[in-house]
């Protein structure tokens, strides 16, 4: 057990846990933040992605250890008081989900995406979003959606 600091959707928190724990039952279990989902426990589907310092990181893979010191964003913190990011507000349009369990890791992909690549091609979204595992079928939609969002952050429409 050890004191970890660390800034959560722009609050700075401090928290005494076992430093090999996951981030993501600290972030379920310890500080009630349910948007974070489990998904297979193996970093490989995506449903527990959050941003760790602008970073697509699987949240189920990510001990503490590595969380000290840093920025963490899950879905919770995209929206701005009761204005959602445009990436929400795109797979909202365009309904970039069906069942929505790996929506949100879907959402926090698409984000550091674009924090990394604004203007993204249709090929590059596909490829960053390829390790994001969706078994409703709502792939097409998912592009498209992102598709959007990078227009809207850039003050224009696709």
Same mark, same amino acid.
């Given at each position: 057990?050890?004191?970890?600091? #660390?800034s959560l959707?722009?609050?700075a928190?401090?928290?005494?846990?076992?430093?090999?724990?996951?981030?993501?039952?600290?972030?379920r279990?310890?500080l009630?933040?349910?948007g974070?989902?489990f998904?297979c426990?193996?970093?490989v589907?995506g449903?527990?992605t959050?941003?760790?310092?602008?970073?697509?990181v699987r949240?189920? +893979?990510t001990p503490?250890?590595a969380?000290?010191?840093?920025?963490?964003v899950t879905?919770?913190?995209l929206? =701005?008081?009761d204005?959602? =990011?445009?990436v929400?507000a795109a #797979?909202v349009? /365009?309904?970039g #989900?069906q069942c929505? #369990?790996c929506?949100?890791g879907?959402?926090?992909g698409? =984000?550091?995406?674009?924090?990394?690549n604004?203007?993204?091609t249709?090929?590059?979204?596909?490829?960053?979003?390829?390790? =994001?595992?969706?078994?409703c079928?709502a /792939?097409?939609?998912?592009?498209q959606?992102i598709?959007?969002a990078? +227009?809207?952050m850039?003050?224009?429409?696709r």
């Amino acid at each position: 057990m050890r004191a970890i600091s #660390f800034s959560l959707n722009g609050v700075a928190r401090k928290l005494t846990v076992d430093d090999t724990r996951t981030l993501l039952w600290v972030l379920r279990d310890d500080l009630g933040l349910t948007g974070t989902k489990f998904g297979c426990g193996e970093a490989v589907c995506g449903a527990c992605t959050v941003l760790l310092d602008n970073e697509a990181v699987r949240a189920c +893979a990510t001990p503490m250890s590595a969380v000290d010191g840093k920025r963490v964003v899950t879905i919770e913190g995209l929206a =701005h008081e009761d204005q959602l =990011h445009p990436v929400q507000a795109a #797979f909202v349009e /365009h309904l970039g #989900f069906q069942c929505g #369990f790996c929506t949100s890791g879907m959402i926090m992909g698409a =984000h550091a995406l674009l924090l990394k690549n604004p203007k993204p091609t249709r090929s590059q979204i596909i490829k960053e979003m390829e390790p =994001h595992l969706c078994r409703c079928g709502a /792939h097409v939609r998912i592009v498209q959606a992102i598709e959007s969002a990078s +227009a809207a952050m850039a003050g224009g429409a696709r």
